[in-house]
């Protein structure tokens, strides 16, 4: 990495600008991944940032937005990093309006803070993101983070309705609003949401919420192998019942499990449980915990990250077995373990554990077999002795296209230069 | 104006006739007429000529032309738009995708359809219910417009409420690029590696490039539906019983709100028996019988509650139909009871509609100008219809600037200009009171991103010119700068 240090007068002028409480240096624990940032600023106010942001541009300064620190480790190492910029102080709810369903809420604010907020007048945003008490609403949006509400309630592109975003040239810019349904100019919500921090720096993000649930069951659905499983998700998404949540789990010793998740009326329920036991076969059908829903976040609790390896995958819904088969074959031939969380959207997460070398052969080979049906492999997390991988696959023929956004907004590579797909 | 040079010489003409055939090219002046304006019709603008290529390669041909002779573009579908978004530009060519009208693929397991961009949107729907699927998308034009011009004014509908305007349903888009590449975004598939360049391709409004292929979302009929009618003695009532609906942790599939003057307008038009009253609410609720039938009941108290003196729920599709056709065409209706009228579709938070409609009532009265009012309720999604008579001199001018005074109003109130019809040409102005300057800028510097010689769908959405300053490669000049009227920045 590049090994140049932040020149004490620029360290001065970031200390003007947030005070000098807030600007020290950074630590080995601010890497991201084997890249060592100089120094840490966390700004107070958008202004600070923004501010921050252009200080950095113009001496030529890598930086690295920072909200929770949860997700960092996703995408390609930075091929330089000179600062992390904080979101930390930035953590204000600026206005639940209830009555209209929306929230306005600073970028550093946790997920576990938003919440609770919301749920004082019975209302959420309706996401499942993992670690909600540490991640934040400018982190979640920035790795565009779902779960299995997004089945029913969309990705964070339909709920979220207005961000500001700082860019590198210090203008602070806003897009969208603070109502539901608005198409005046374009949409750069949805152009911020998954972009890594590669293209400003979110601020403040305006969201539509749902009501919470009157109340919610979850069933559990046992299948004797993945084509059975396959066959009930698919019979579920072709059928009148209206669930939140569908997923299945999978792994390389026990037979598939499907849950699926019911909000609503406790006569609503009651029927649809009704209808759910005349799908399946009846005998499969159990009342399941809720807490089955943190399957997903369940896969990144392991003991070693140097022997364990995190994916995502998209597929469509129905190369649920054909993936599922796939994975199984590949995980014997590398002689790695394997375990996955599949939901009906398509979206799936696949956690990987054996030796580097290994690892690397079976992303490697799933990434073709999927890249070979039209669907993708993403890497969240490889150990770190693991050969290089790039984290995203290959790019399509938008990849130009995209560059010439970055290139419109990030002209100088400054923010998280090279974390992001095919180099950008 | 716009430099007279490059334009139209016989030799483009003849190239343009080479890739669309005879029957694809529209140049005499009698003919071009059709295309002056789409559903915004004091505006016109007569284009050089029209294009009506029959497949993506033809587009992409044409797209190449346009790049290389500098010639401005204005893709159009339906032409049912209200703002103004396919509106013809000085010495620019239309490009009509109405033959480009075909269904390509319906994956009903996956819930995909792929379609081309002359598709009219009620056509996906015909063509996959016989498997109890719908495309949900229902602007009120549904039966004419195309998905095309859907996707570029993010268009959305009674139903969005519950499932999303346009951009919910696009997962993937083949797109023509301003400079004749062609590109997929997004795609089958949920996240794709990459920014989300579908995303901001829905709803830019033909400034981007013209989309060749859609893939769409479709959706399961829910096991049923059920509308209720309930009349209030004003909007106000009605607003608060909406109010009082959202607050019980409920999500319709659609509230609407109508005024009296739009319920008189409707039964003039289509005599869906309406109770006469000072706001109807429309509401209707999907899902399994079980759990709609709970919340019917308790939809019903809070109506009652807050002042329904009549509540009525439709007893068979066919009283359904009859209550959405009221509905749906309000706009037209309105025909019934003036000669002329302005619609606009801002959008204010729900809470602020008692003071926006009264403020709208102190606005009309002091003109002297009638404004009818049907809303999609549960969104605050305006649609203030104002009234009038061109014959009568000064009168056009005077409702115009009403209605822009109502869309400040929303601004004011925290809203948006607008909620489905896009800016276009009409709301250009607007856009500046909506957004600051660096907000602009920076949608203009994606805009620079896909489009840096501003071809496609010029003089569209930004209130002033304004040029990319960077271009990659050689610099050239746009037509504007040339002309004297705008100065690189």
């Known amino acids: 990495m590049n090994p140049t240090s932040i020149p004490l007068s620029a360290e001065q002028k970031f200390q003007t600008i947030v005070g000098p409480d807030h600007v020290r240096p950074a630590t080995s624990a601010d890497s991201v991944m084997a890249a060592q940032p100089k120094l840490i600023v966390e700004p107070g106010t958008e202004k600070e940032l923004a501010e921050a942001l252009r200080l950095s541009n113009e001496a030529g300064l890598a930086v690295i937005p920072r909200g929770g620190g949860t997700k960092l480790a996703w995408g390609n190492p930075p091929s330089r990093a000179d600062l992390v910029l904080s979101t930390a102080r930035l953590n204000q709810i600026i206005e639940h309006a209830w009555a209209d369903l929306t929230v306005t809420v600073e970028a550093g604010c946790t997920i576990q ?3 609770q907020t919301l749920a004082q007048h019975g209302q959420r945003l309706a996401l499942d993101a993992l670690w909600p008490e540490k991640a934040t609403v400018g982190g979640i949006l920035s790795t565009n983070e779902s779960g299995a509400l997004r089945l029913r309630f969309g990705a964070l592109r339909d709920l979220i309705i207005g961000v500001t975003i700082a860019l590198p040239d210090g203008t602070l810019a806003s897009s969208g609003g603070k109502v539901v349904k608005n198409v005046a100019g374009y949409d750069l919500p949805k152009l911020i949401t998954g972009a890594l921090g590669t293209l400003g720096i979110i601020t403040r993000a305006s969201f539509r919420l749902h009501p919470l649930p009157l109340n919610t069951r979850t069933f559990s659905v046992a299948a004797s192998d993945v084509e059975q499983a396959q066959k ?15 997923q299945s789990r999978f792994c390389d010793e026990n037979s598939p499990v499907s849950e699926i998740l019911f909000e609503g009326t406790i006569a609503g329920l009651a029927a649809q449980e009704k209808q759910l036991r005349t799908l399946a076969a009846p005998a499969n059908v159990v009342e399941a915990s809720a807490s089955i829903w943190a399957s997903r976040e369940s896969l990144w609790s392991f003991s070693d990250p140097e022997t364990t390896a995190m994916a995502k995958f998209s597929i469509l819904p129905t190369a649920m077995t054909r993936t599922i088969e796939s994975l199984g074959q590949i995980a014997r031939g590398q002689k790695v373990c394997w375990k996955a969380v599949h939901f009906a959207t398509g979206l799936g997460h696949i956690r990987l554990k054996g030796e580097p070398g290994a690892l690397h052969a079976a992303l490697e080979l799933l990434r073709k077999d999927l890249e070979g049906h039209s669907s993708s492999l993403v890497l969240l997390h490889h150990p770190a002795k693991m050969l290089p991988l790039d984290a995203w696959g ?8 995209m560059k010439s956004v970055k290139h419109r907004l990030d002209p100088a590579n400054t923010l998280n230069p090279g974390r992001f797909l095919a180099g950008i | 104006m716009l430099p007279d040079k490059p334009m139209m010489n016989p030799s483009i003409l003849h190239e343009l006739r080479a890739i669309v055939g005879e ?13 002056e304006c789409d559903g915004l019709t004091n505006f016109r603008v007569m284009p050089r000529a029209v294009l009506l290529p029959a497949s993506a390669e033809q587009v992409q041909a044409i797209v190449r032309l346009c790049y290389r002779e500098k010639i401005p573009f204005v893709a159009r579908g339906s032409g ?3 703002s103004g978004g396919a509106l013809p530009v000085e010495n620019g060519i239309v490009i009509s995708l109405a033959r480009m009208n075909r269904i390509l693929e319906v994956d009903f397991p996956n819930a995909r359809a792929v379609v081309e961009p002359g598709v009219i949107n009620l056509d996906v729907t015909a063509r996959i219910q016989h498997n109890d699927y719908f495309y949900a998308p229902d602007p009120s034009s549904q039966s004419v417009c195309s998905i095309g011009g859907n996707v570029a004014e993010n268009s959305g509908g009674a139903h969005c409420l519950k499932y999303g305007f346009t951009t919910t349903h696009v997962l993937g888009l083949e797109v023509v690029l301003p400079d004749g590449e062609m590109v997929h975004l997004g795609g089958k598939t949920l996240d794709t590696p990459g920014y989300d360049l579908a995303g901001v391709f829905v709803g830019s409004e033909g400034t981007l490039g013209i989309a060749t292929k859609i893939i769409l979302r479709i959706v399961k009929r829910p096991e049923c539906i059920r509308t209720l009618l309930a009349a209030f003695p004003s909007t106000n009532e009605a607003g608060a019983a909406v109010s009082g609906i959202i607050a019980a942790g409920m999500l319709p599939a659609a509230i609407e709100m109508m005024d009296n003057l739009a319920i008189q307008a409707a039964e003039a038009a289509v005599h869906p028996n309406y109770p006469n009253c000072g706001g ?7 899902g399994p019988v079980a759990e709609v039938e709970a919340l019917m009941t308790h939809v019903d108290e809070i109506c009652r509650s807050n002042g329904a003196w009549e509540i009525r729920v439709a007893q068979s599709d066919a009283e359904r139909a009859l209550v959405w056709k009221g509905r749906k065409s ?17 959008v204010i938070p729900r809470t602020a509609l008692p003071q926006v409609m009264s403020e709208i009532d102190r606005l009309s009265q002091e003109n002297g100008l009638r404004v009818a009012n049907v809303f999609h309720a549960g969104d605050g999604n305006l649609h203030p219809l ?3 008579d061109r014959r009568i001199p000064g009168q056009e001018e005077a409702a115009l600037a009403l209605s822009y005074k109502i869309l400040e109003l929303c601004i004011a109130a925290g809203g948006s200009i607008t909620g489905e019809h896009g800016v276009g040409e009409e709301k250009k102005s607007m856009m500046s009171k909506m957004f600051a300057e660096p907000d602009l800028n920076t949608m203009h510097l994606v805009r620079c991103a896909f489009d840096p010689l501003q071809l496609s769908n010029p003089t569209k959405v930004f209130p002033t010119p304004r040029l990319c300053g960077e271009t990659p490669g050689e610099y050239i000049p746009h037509p504007l700068e040339t002309a004297g009227i705008a100065e690189r920045f």
């Open chain 2, 23 to 35: 029957r694809g090219l529209i140049s005499s002046p009698e003919e071009l007429h059709t295309y």
């Open chain 1, 394 to 401: 290959s790019p399509g023929d938008s990849l130009p296209l």
């Open chain 2, 386 to 388: 104002v009234l009038y």
């Open chain 1, 113 to 115: 803070k938003l919440q």
């Open chain 2, 280 to 286: 109807l609410l429309l509401v209707e609720l999907d």
């Open chain 2, 330 to 346: 309000a706009f037209a209706a309105v025909g019934r009871i003036s000669p002329n009228y302005i619609v606009q579709d801002g």
């Open chain 1, 232 to 246: 009930f998700v698919l019979a579920v998404q072709d059928s009148k019942l209206a669930h939140t949540s569908l």
């Open chain 2, 80 to 82: 049912t738009g209200l």
